[in-house]
Structures are given as C-alpha cells and as structure tokens.
C-alpha cells in the first residue's frame, strides 16, 4: 500500500459505509479494489474505522463499481474458501448432476479463529449430500454456514448463509479435482455425553433437589464475566498402585489438550486428580472456556452443589454474601461422597499503601471413592501465582517425602487442610493493620481539646472513617465464622480421619480467637464512635452556649438603647410643638424695651398658650393610638377601637 501523495493528482478524502461494503472489515480487499480501479502507478492510502471505509484516491467510487466488486469479491472469497476445504486424495468426485436440492456443506471444524465476514482463514470439512442421486439440472445449490461465535451451550450463534449458485460447483469440478466427502462432525464420545445439558446429564442428580435447567442457564448468564478462552489448566496426579508414590504436575493451554487427558478411561485414572484453575486476577474470568468447563464437570460427574462455589469467582468476593461459604457434603449410594466448599481469607496485595490488604476466596470440590480407586479435586484460586497453586506444582516436583504421598494417598481428605495452612495465619496480620489503623483515629478522639482543637479534629471525615472501618472487621468476622462452619463439617465426616497431626483443632482454635479479637475490636470502634459522637454533641452545646450568651449581651445592649431612644423620643415630643409653634409666630410675642432693658411679652401671648398645649396633647394621643394599635391582642385585651382590627379565636 502507498503512502506518498501524487502532487499531479491530489487525493480526496472520500468514505464507505458498511451498508455499502456488507461489513467487510479487511483491508487487503479494499486495496486490491483501488489497484483495480486507479492502477498501480497511483498513490493512494486506506484506513477503517468502526467497519467504515475511509480512503484518499483522485476520485470517489461509484455505488455500481463498489457493488460490482461485491460479487465478484463473494465468488472469489467462495472459492478460496472451498480449495481450502478440497482434500486432493483418490476418492469419488462430486458429480455435477447431483441430485435436485443437493448440497456441498462447508462447516467450521473448530480450529482457527476470525470474526471478519470471510473468514478465509478458517478451516471446513466438506460433506456432500444425495450425490448417488440423478438431476438434470447443473445448478447446483451450495450453504457456506460460517459460525462466528464463540460454540458456547445456550448462546445464539450468528450462522450467515451465502447462496452461490453454479460458481462454486464449477469451481469444485474444474481441473478434474477428486473430491473426497469428508466425514461430518462426530458425535461426543461417550465420557462427554450430553456435555451442554449439564446438570442434567448428571447420573447422581436429584431432580428434585436440583434445578438443573435453572443453573444451566445461570452458567451460560455468568459466562463472560466468568470464563475466558484463555485455557490455562494444571493437573496434579497421584498415584500409589503402581510402584513406590509419585505425584506429577502438568500444565495445559490447549482445550484439545485438556480433552485428551478427560478421555482417558476409568482403569487408567490416578488414584487422585487435582484440576488447578485460576483467574489473572480476582475480578477477571478463570482462564478456562465455558465449554471445557462443562465437559470437565460432565466427564467427572461434579456435584451440582457445586456450582454455587463456581459462580462465586470471575468477581470479587461479595460483602452480601460475606456469611456464605456454600458448604456442602453429601454422601452417595456407593459410599462415595460429594464435598465442596469456599473458604475467604485476606492477602497483602502489594498495591496502595492506604489500602494493603485484599480480600480474596479459593473454592473447592472432592470427589471420594470409597472402593478408594479415584478422588477428584478440583481448586479455584483468584490469582495466577497463588500460594496454594505453587504448592500444588511444587508436589509434581517430589518436594513430598514418599511417607507424606503415602498419607495423602491413604486418606486425600487430608489435602483439605492445604487452603488453612496456606492462608489462615494472614488473618493475625491483617487485624493487626485493622488494629494499627483504629489506634490512630482512637488517639485522636481520645486526646482532644474541646476548647482548642475540636472544631479541626471532629469532622464527618473521621466519622465516616471509623464507621467504614466497623463495617469491615463485620464483614471479616463473618468470613471467619463460614471458615469455622466449612472446618466444622469435615470434622463430621467419619472417614476423614482428621486425628493426630492431622487434627484440625489447631485450626478452630484459630478461628475462634479470631471471632473473638474481632468482637471485641468491634466493641472498642462502636465505643470510640460513640464518644466521638459525644464529642462533637458537647461542642455543639459549647457553641451553642456561647452563641445564646453573645445573643443575650445583644439583646441587653439592645434594651437599653432602646429605653434611652424612647425617652428622647418622650422629649422630642415634648418640645416639638412648642418648637413648632415658636417657629410658626416667630419672635413677634417678644420685645426688648430699651428704656427698661428687659423683654417685653405682647398681651396677646396667651394665644401661643392656648395653641401649644393643645396641640402637645393631640401629639401624645395620636402616639398612643398608634402604640395600642400595633400591640397582639392578647397584652392590651383586643382592639378597643372596634371591629376593624383583626379577629382572634379563642380556645375552650
């Protein structure tokens, strides 16, 4: 493909939409249409985006080029597809009169992968129907069913079908090929059964006990978020009855792989099997598809009941279900016995240093024979490197005295104590940290000034601190408690045998100290949440105090203006008519007698007289008027002036 820019012909930006192009994504098709139509000696460049077409040329194709170039792409895509599904071997030839309806069926056999329109490079068995049969009719009618999604029980898978009439039976027949019919796709062998319908095809299940339609279903729901096509499975074997005790450990990532080690037959099986599966991480999928998942859980026969554990990953664990360790023991008609559980525990994450600790769950499943011939394990880690995986491997490397194989031969139940030896003693730390993180807010609290460093230090952040963790060390008390009851159980199972060095009481004893630490850290963040919220109560009352004090000097304050304004109120109005009236005559009233120097009154001044006083009277009793009006009725005994005022209800 060219990248210069022909300076002669300048290119122009010009797009395809997948309408136009059916969907084909490749880029190699679009290019060889550009050679076509532009020739080799112009320059040109291509890009797809989103399945649209997006290309530089000296100008647009048009809608008849691209559609023309459509078909003719659908008979050479259809003839490469069927060279490659050709076998050059001696056998019979299709004939062309085939009978009428007859058909050349091209299926995908499994291998190679694609999610494009053409998938050129998947491989196909070709079979052909009715070809003893005669026709008159050359056109032979021919189904390319190309399956582009995941073979998965329950999901839809998307089936395009091309219909190619003439051009691919001519293509078959040209040059004389022999064409051999391969067989077409046999059926599952009979360890892997009715492998899409389990539970179902399990011969120990109860139906009514068991909703097996309802969990098929719920697997195929939780599917995605669960399992992945990334096949990444360890089998540990041991083995016993055949020569001094052995263990070997082998890793697979191929499905195909897999399903020759769940083939092998019942007198070849080791006395035990561990299937060792894992996700990348706790919130990813487990690296196994969900159709080798069903085969193994059909080929072993697994207890339904553990289903519930299974579903449990592909997520981390769920603090509504922090109680629940799915535990379940069941004993079968021969004697053998189903046992699967769950068990949470914390681990060192190496990430955050606010946040260190992760909680996490490894699941697992034991299949007991009692003719002692076959035990099935089965583990679910949440992490590709495990502690309890590497242990696992490290017994195919012969890091078992022979005396210990021997044991755990004798008695596999004891491989059950491998996730508490492992994991169990990180709970010590994490509280520890749990511990470390209380004491620093417990200072706080406990060292406070209410007087100078409250209103800093108690704050909704700190609170809200204690109260999440409180809510943890609930949820890690109940993880503990479904530990103990998963103990619990497999002390009651009578051919476990957990006596001795095997005992498991080291292990209660554990877990109940642990309970009881985390009760009474609980106790102690409930105590220190309290009186923070004491704290703050009393603070709140100082404040308050203080704010109602300050309020009260106001209101004081207040009080005594007011009273000073209202006697010079009293004042003014005393004056004010007088100052009124002196100013209304002026100086006229008065004269000053040079003879006696004094001042003279006019006789007429008892006309100020009886004008002032007067209207001094009338000032006072409008004031009071307009006091009474606006007192609430119940200081003056209600509106005196009448029914113009406002109206009161009065109780009984």
Same mark, same amino acid.
């Given at each position: 493909m060219a990248s210069s820019q022909d300076e002669a012909s300048p290119l122009q930006e010009y797009i395809l939409t997948p309408d136009q192009t059916r969907y084909i994504v490749k880029e190699r098709y679009l290019q060889e249409l550009l050679d076509q139509k532009f020739g080799q000696g112009i320059d040109f460049k291509i890009s797809t985006k989103s399945q649209r077409w997006r290309y530089w040329a000296p100008?647009? !194709?048009? %809608?008849?080029?691209?559609?023309? #170039?459509?078909? &003719?792409?659908? %008979?050479?895509?259809?003839? &490469?597809?069927?060279?490659?599904?050709?076998?050059?071997? @001696?056998?019979?030839?299709?004939?062309?009169?085939?009978? =009428?309806?007859?058909?050349?069926?091209?299926?995908?056999?499994?291998?190679?992968?694609g999610r494009s329109r053409y998938l050129s490079h998947q491989e196909f068995n070709l079979t052909a129907g009715d070809e003893a049969a005669n026709t008159k009719s050359r056109a032979q009618l021919i189904i390319v069913k190309l399956n582009i999604c995941r073979d998965a029980p329950g999901s839809r898978s998307t089936i395009i079908q091309l219909r190619i009439f003439e051009i691919m039976n001519n293509v078959l027949h040209s040059n004389n090929v022999p064409l051999s019919p391969l067989p077409s796709r046999t059926s599952d062998p009979p360890e892997l059964a009715? #492998?899409?319908?389990?539970?179902?095809?399990?011969?120990?299940?109860? $139906?009514?006990?068991?909703?097996?339609?309802? !969990?098929?279903?719920?697997?195929? $729901?939780?599917?995605?978020?669960?399992?992945?096509?990334?096949?990444? @499975?360890?089998?540990?074997?041991?083995?016993?009855?055949?020569?001094?005790?052995?263990? *070997?450990?082998?890793?697979?990532?191929?499905? %195909?792989?897999?399903?020759? @080690? !769940?083939?092998?037959q019942d007198a070849v099986l080791p006395r035990i099997r561990i299937l060792s599966l894992h996700s990348a991480k706790s919130p990813l999928p487990l690296k196994i598809s969900e159709t080798l998942m069903r085969k193994i859980l059909t080929r072993y026969q697994v207890d339904p009941n553990f289903l519930p554990v299974l579903y449990s990953f592909g997520d981390v664990p769920h603090l509504a279900e922090s109680g629940s360790? +799915?535990?379940?023991?069941?004993?079968?008609?021969?004697?053998?016995?189903?046992?699967?559980?769950?068990?949470?525990?914390?681990?060192?994450?190496?990430?955050?240093?606010?946040?260190? #600790?992760?909680?996490? /769950?490894?699941g697992v499943y034991h299949h007991h024979s009692s003719s002692k011939e076959f035990d099935l394990f089965i583990f679910l880690h949440p992490l590709s490197d495990s502690v309890l995986e590497r242990q696992l491997l490290a017994f195919g490397g012969q890091q078992l005295r022979p005396s210990d194989l021997s044991s755990i031969c004798n008695n596999p139940y004891r491989l059950h104590i491998l996730p508490y030896t492992m994991y169990l003693h990180n709970w010590r730390w994490y509280f520890r940290y749990l511990g470390? &993180?209380?004491?620093?807010?417990?200072?706080?609290?406990?060292?406070?000034? !209410?007087?100078?460093? $409250? %209103? =800093?230090?108690?704050?909704?952040?700190? =609170?809200?601190?204690?109260? +999440?963790? &409180?809510?943890?060390?609930?949820?890690?008390?109940?993880?503990?408690?479904?530990?103990?009851? =998963?103990?619990? *159980?497999? /002390?009651?199972?009578?051919? $476990?045998?957990? /006596?001795?060095? #095997?005992?498991?009481?080291?292990? @209660?004893?554990?877990?109940?100290?642990?309970?009881e630490n985390l009760s009474v850290l609980t106790s102690r963040i409930g105590n220190t949440i309290n009186l923070f919220a004491y704290a703050l109560d009393l603070k709140n009352q100082d404040t308050a105090a203080n704010t109602n004090d300050h309020v009260s000097k106001l209101a004081e304050a207040s009080t005594r203006d007011t009273a000073a304004v209202k006697w010079i109120t009293y004042l003014t109005l005393f004056y004010l008519p007088g100052s009124f009236?002196?100013?209304?005559?002026?100086?006229?009233?008065?004269a000053f007698d040079q003879a006696t120097r004094r001042f003279v009154i006019a006789k007429d001044f008892w006309i100020y007289i009886v004008t002032w006083i007067p209207l001094t009277l009338l000032t006072f009793l409008g004031y009071g008027l307009l006091v009474l009006r606006h007192k609430p009725p119940q200081e003056n005994g209600g509106p005196w002036w009448g029914k113009s005022g406002p109206k009161y209800l009065k109780g009984p």
């Amino acid at each position: 493909m060219a990248s210069s820019q022909d300076e002669a012909s300048p290119l122009q930006e010009y797009i395809l939409t997948p309408d136009q192009t059916r969907y084909i994504v490749k880029e190699r098709y679009l290019q060889e249409l550009l050679d076509q139509k532009f020739g080799q000696g112009i320059d040109f460049k291509i890009s797809t985006k989103s399945q649209r077409w997006r290309y530089w040329a000296p100008k647009e !194709l048009t %809608a008849d080029e691209v559609k023309d #170039w459509i078909s &003719e792409l659908d %008979a050479r895509v259809a003839r &490469e597809n069927a060279q490659r599904a050709v076998t050059a071997n @001696v056998g019979t030839p299709i004939s062309p009169d085939a009978a =009428v309806g007859g058909r050349v069926m091209m299926q995908p056999t499994g291998s190679g992968t694609g999610r494009s329109r053409y998938l050129s490079h998947q491989e196909f068995n070709l079979t052909a129907g009715d070809e003893a049969a005669n026709t008159k009719s050359r056109a032979q009618l021919i189904i390319v069913k190309l399956n582009i999604c995941r073979d998965a029980p329950g999901s839809r898978s998307t089936i395009i079908q091309l219909r190619i009439f003439e051009i691919m039976n001519n293509v078959l027949h040209s040059n004389n090929v022999p064409l051999s019919p391969l067989p077409s796709r046999t059926s599952d062998p009979p360890e892997l059964a009715q #492998w899409r319908e389990y539970p179902a095809c399990i011969r120990n299940c109860n $139906a009514i006990t068991t909703h097996t339609s309802s !969990l098929s279903a719920q697997m195929s $729901a939780l599917s995605p978020g669960l399992f992945s096509e990334d096949i990444n @499975v360890h089998i540990i074997d041991f083995e016993n009855r055949k020569g001094p005790p052995a263990c *070997t450990a082998d890793i697979y990532e191929k499905a %195909a792989d897999v399903e020759r @080690v !769940l083939l092998q037959q019942d007198a070849v099986l080791p006395r035990i099997r561990i299937l060792s599966l894992h996700s990348a991480k706790s919130p990813l999928p487990l690296k196994i598809s969900e159709t080798l998942m069903r085969k193994i859980l059909t080929r072993y026969q697994v207890d339904p009941n553990f289903l519930p554990v299974l579903y449990s990953f592909g997520d981390v664990p769920h603090l509504a279900e922090s109680g629940s360790s +799915n535990a379940s023991s069941q004993t079968i008609d021969d004697g053998s016995r189903n046992l699967s559980y769950q068990t949470r525990y914390s681990e060192k994450n190496h990430r955050a240093a606010d946040s260190p #600790w992760s909680i996490r /769950q490894t699941g697992v499943y034991h299949h007991h024979s009692s003719s002692k011939e076959f035990d099935l394990f089965i583990f679910l880690h949440p992490l590709s490197d495990s502690v309890l995986e590497r242990q696992l491997l490290a017994f195919g490397g012969q890091q078992l005295r022979p005396s210990d194989l021997s044991s755990i031969c004798n008695n596999p139940y004891r491989l059950h104590i491998l996730p508490y030896t492992m994991y169990l003693h990180n709970w010590r730390w994490y509280f520890r940290y749990l511990g470390n &993180e209380f004491q620093k807010k417990n200072d706080q609290v406990m060292t406070l000034d !209410l007087q100078r460093t $409250a %209103a =800093v230090i108690l704050n909704f952040d700190k =609170v809200q601190g204690l109260r +999440n963790l &409180e809510d943890a060390v609930l949820s890690l008390s109940a993880y503990c408690k479904g530990s103990l009851r =998963v103990i619990e *159980t497999m /002390q009651k199972i009578p051919e $476990a045998d957990f /006596q001795g060095v #095997w005992s498991l009481e080291s292990y @209660v004893a554990q877990l109940v100290g642990y309970i009881e630490n985390l009760s009474v850290l609980t106790s102690r963040i409930g105590n220190t949440i309290n009186l923070f919220a004491y704290a703050l109560d009393l603070k709140n009352q100082d404040t308050a105090a203080n704010t109602n004090d300050h309020v009260s000097k106001l209101a004081e304050a207040s009080t005594r203006d007011t009273a000073a304004v209202k006697w010079i109120t009293y004042l003014t109005l005393f004056y004010l008519p007088g100052s009124f009236i002196a100013t209304l005559y002026g100086m006229n009233l008065f004269a000053f007698d040079q003879a006696t120097r004094r001042f003279v009154i006019a006789k007429d001044f008892w006309i100020y007289i009886v004008t002032w006083i007067p209207l001094t009277l009338l000032t006072f009793l409008g004031y009071g008027l307009l006091v009474l009006r606006h007192k609430p009725p119940q200081e003056n005994g209600g509106p005196w002036w009448g029914k113009s005022g406002p109206k009161y209800l009065k109780g009984p």
